[in-house]
């Protein structure tokens, strides 16, 4: 069972270039989040999206755009990458609100 | 506003010795409360959640905790800590549909 699955799982960005984080789930569930672990913040949402052609911002989105052309995917773009994006990015989908969410292994992202 | 604090970013316990890990929320409605493990280098997966009915909620690995309405607090437990408990927990609570608001997070170390 696959599950989230995210990638790449490492990546190395220089300041100023631009990336996409890959996330895709294999569960139909129509909520899909992005997050940002940084030590002893906890997680942070990005942006979320509660089904396809429908996404919103988080407590973060500055420096990232979203799409969700599809159930299954959901792409995290950064562009013009600084250092404060150095970070632990996290995909997650639930069926709906408030159940569980289950989450992928993450992306560690450094911006030198 | 919805917020999670978490007491202590550190404990240590020894093995067999009782695991406490502390959650206060704030919010002015009943909300639905999640504890998370998250283990080195993995994403986050879901130790038990309260949403409605009996207040003492078990989890995976025999873990536990206890939904307190009066204190604002979902407080885990487990009362004999293993090795493999070792790991970070997140305290998580969400309010509306579609949002998980995490704690900054407790690292449990075990002593053998």
Redesign the interface.
Same mark, same amino acid.
């Given at each position: 069972n696959a599950g +989230?699955t995210q990638t790449p799982k490492f990546r190395i960005l220089k300041i100023g270039q631009s990336m996409t984080l890959q996330c895709t789930q294999d569960m139909n569930h129509n909520?899909m %989040?992005w997050?940002r672990q940084d030590p $002893?913040? *906890?997680?942070?949402?990005i942006y %979320?999206s +509660?089904g396809a052609g429908i996404t919103d911002k $988080?407590e973060v989105p500055n420096g990232y755009n979203v799409s969700r052309s599809t159930t299954e995917d959901f792409p995290l773009r950064l562009e013009l990458a600084a250092p404060s994006q150095t970070s632990v990015y996290?995909c997650?989908s639930s069926y709906? $609100? #408030?159940t569980?969410?289950f989450? *992928? #292994? $993450?992306t560690r992202l450094t911006v030198v | 506003a919805q917020s999670v604090t978490q007491l202590g970013s550190h404990v240590s316990v020894s093995e067999g010795a009782l695991v406490l890990l502390r959650c206060n929320y704030s919010s002015s409605v009943p909300p639905y409360l999640f504890w998370y493990v998250q283990y080195p280098n993995q994403g986050l997966q879901l130790l038990l959640k309260y949403t409605t009915g009996a207040t003492l909620v078990k989890g995976i690995n025999g873990f536990e905790a206890e939904f307190k309405k009066s204190e604002t607090s979902f407080h885990l437990t487990k009362p004999s800590a293993h090795m493999s408990d070792a790991a970070e927990y997140f305290c998580a609570v969400s309010l509306s549909d579609y949002k998980l608001s995490f704690g900054a997070g407790t690292t449990v170390t075990v002593r053998a």
């Open positions: +989230v909520y %989040y997050y $002893g913040m *906890g997680l942070k949402l %979320y +509660v $988080g996290f997650a709906r $609100g #408030q569980e969410a989450f *992928g #292994q $993450g | -």
